[in-house]
């Protein structure tokens, strides 16, 4: 088979991955919290084990593939909703969660109080403070830049934040939450909070669309590029190798 046409079958693949990724982005421009996802793009012989071949070999066979995609930590913006409730993060950490499977991280800081009595994310997962769940009863609440909540002027707990070190594989597991491999997190030491804010996506929906754009048509020329492969096969099969053996 022409090595052509595997790197054809390779890019539109990968650029067909990316769309998601690209088109999940812009579905979350307002999504409080939302870090975007970037492509990563890795060379096949890169990634095959053991691979043994020419130079020519390679240069011929080597294309690039989809190799995932990684989280974009830039900073989103802050906005002030006046709500005592929401929390933004300044700096690198992220809040932790007890999810029903385990712990999750997640910088969407627009909380609840529970049935329960607990500070809870907008899917009802409790906030871990540094002493376990956080239980809030009555109010006025305010939560000092460090993460301290005090109620009605008593201290009812301290929010806990984590940094996780660079270069760490941080994986979204949906809801804004991201998961990371265990005990890589350490407490923040870069980090505040700031009461009454949420912090925007840090999707530019401007950029998005460009690069949306940009990938649809890279994979058009790719599946017409399998169409002329197609095509040609096809050809070669109907009229040169009757030929071979008249």
Known sequence: MDSGFYAACAALMARSQALDLVANNLANTSTPGYRAQQNIFRSFLATASGHQGSSLNQAVNDFGISGGSQMDLTQGNLEHTGNDLDFAVQGPAFFEVKTATGLAFTRNGNFQVSAKGQLTTAQGDPVMGEQGPIR????????SADGTISVSGAVAGKIKLV???????????????YSAPAKSEAPAKQSTIAQGSLESSNVNPVAGAVELVAVQRYAEMMQRALGMFHSEFNRIATEDLPKVNP
Not at 136 to 143: E, N
């Open 136 to 143: 809030i009863v009555g109010g006025p609440v305010s939560v």
């Open 163 to 177: 940094e996780f070190p660079p270069g760490t594989a941080l994986e979204s597991i949906g809801k804004t939450y």
